[in-house]
């Protein structure tokens, strides 16, 4: 009597998982044909791949997986920027365009973080844990630097006099500026060419020229490769040295490539003040053999405060040959 009860509810069991078994087959096959539909709608949007620029970064994360190397992200969203929907549209961007706009983002999250050049803070206690332990291994706060805004202002901090002075643009020699690079902390790079750019009169700076003396940076290959291309136009170029030359020889390189009547050497971590290129070409117009080494202020490593010594200890210094 009990091996009979053992047998029957030995049956029952197995018609138990059984069913179980068949309810999950039903279910992915309703998810295939899902997922068969939706490819369906893709396949009838129309092919137009272009780069889109978003003002909410989070949206795209929950919608597309990580990309390898540069390919191009394709997917259906409708206007709401979700995936459900009777209305798709196509939306494409680029793995480095997707990077970029996240920092861009970072940028936003503390408004005028070290704007006029003032002492700068992160709030968030992971954020100032990285700060310090960057700080402490190469010297920066890298972490304060993503998060101030690559346009960030600079106090003037000339002589009044030199405020008052005037320069005839029209007459006055262009300027390629070159600025070697290895190694350095993509968010000071970018902003240091922001920085030429936003402070330089268009017609004196014919261009900006990056040699990137063999660095090992990732972020500093096709990452500023794409936003040169996508932010500068023409305006800025990049030279990658094979192997390092050094510094001399990596200048003698971008030398040769630049095009304008003036050359300037800029390093890589610095920020230019309002009508600073003026002065220096006049010089140059003035007597085309001058070399001039303009004064060079101090930004802060641990807080990106702009330290100057005022214009009472203003100098110049020039060199003839």
């Known amino acids: 009597m009990i091996s009979l009860r053992r047998n029957f509810l030995s049956k029952i069991l197995l018609l138990v998982i059984v069913f179980i078994l068949c309810i999950f087959y039903i279910r992915s096959l309703n998810n295939l044909n899902a997922i068969s539909a939706d490819r369906t709608k893709f396949l009838n949007v129309p092919q137009q791949q272009r780069l889109v620029q978003l003002d909410a970064a989070d949206s795209i994360d929950q919608q597309i997986q990580e990309p390898q190397d540069n390919q191009i992200i394709i997917g259906l969203v409708n206007e709401n920027n979700k995936v459900e929907g009777s209305k798709y549209k196509e939306k494409t961007i680029n793995k480095y365009e997707l990077e970029i706009l996240r920092d861009l983002k970072k940028q936003q999250e503390i408004p005028n973080l070290g704007a006029n050049g003032a002492i700068a803070h992160l709030r968030d206690p992971d954020d100032i844990a990285e700060g310090e332990r960057q700080l402490s291994k190469i010297a920066l706060n890298e972490e304060l630097s993503n998060h101030i805004s690559y346009n960030r202002s600079i ?167």
């Open 155 to 321: 106090p003037d901090a000339r002589h009044p006099a030199c405020r008052k002075k005037s320069y005839d643009i029209s007459t006055l020699p262009t300027t390629s500026v070159i600025i070697i690079f290895f190694n350095e902390p993509y968010s000071v790079l970018v902003r240091t060419v922001h920085s030429v750019i936003n402070t330089s009169p268009e017609r004196l700076l014919k261009e900006v020229i990056l040699v990137d003396d063999g660095s090992s940076n990732i972020e500093l290959k096709k990452k500023l490769d794409h936003y040169v291309k996508t932010r500068f136009n023409d305006k800025v170029k990049v030279l990658r040295l094979k192997n390092r030359l050094g510094l001399i020889r990596a200048r003698l390189a971008g030398a040769r490539l630049a095009k304008a009547d003036v050359l300037v050497f800029l390093d890589a971590h610095c920020e230019c003040v309002v009508d600073w290129l003026q002065p220096l070409v006049q010089r140059i117009k003035e007597k085309r053999t001058s070399v001039l080494v303009p004064i060079i202020d101090v930004i802060e490593a641990k807080n990106f405060f702009y330290s100057t010594n005022g214009y009472e200890n203003f100098q110049v210094s020039l060199f003839y040959t």
